[in-house]
């Protein structure tokens, strides 16, 4: 038992590294313009990868609490990028010649923690109907 604890504990941490990596990576990607003038890469970024990260983490671990993982991550990276003592940020919260981009930064501040969220939800209700399965309560009643 005190084995399964640590592997879903080293899970839990290497998806909050992934987490930080895909919002630092996002936050670099709000100003990016696809063709025509496309905006919004980091939104699917930030959404989509942290959904995916603890979608796919939380199942493989068995472990709701590791779903999160990616999106405080993702949270702890983006707040550490949105804001500066000098004023500086990567985020930008307005710009006047283009306030297309101060929208998607505006939106990717919320983008992660949707994907964390989704991602949360739908392991602990996938995993609750797992442990309710006839299925599982028959491996019990073998294991006992």
Do not use: C, H
Not at 98 to 108: K, M, R, W
């Amino acid at each position: 038992m005190d084995r399964d604890r640590w592997l879903v504990v080293a899970t839990a941490a290497v998806l909050f590294l992934l987490g930080a990596l895909l919002g630092l990576w996002g936050a670099f990607l709000v100003p990016l313009r696809l063709f025509g003038g496309v905006e919004g890469l980091a939104l699917l970024v930030g959404a989509g990868g942290v959904f995916l990260a603890g979608y796919f983490g939380g199942l493989g671990s068995g472990s709701g609490a590791t779903a999160i993982a990616p999106g405080v991550g993702w949270i702890i990276a983006v707040l550490a990028l949105g804001t500066s003592r000098g004023g500086d940020v990567v985020l930008p919260g307005s710009l006047s010649k283009d306030p297309g981009v101060a929208v998607v930064g505006t939106a990717y501040l919320a983008s992660g923690l949707v994907g964390m969220l989704a991602a949360a939800w739908i392991v602990t209700r996938r995993l609750r109907r797992r442990e309710a399965s006839p299925a599982a309560s028959a491996r019990r009643n073998d294991e006992v």
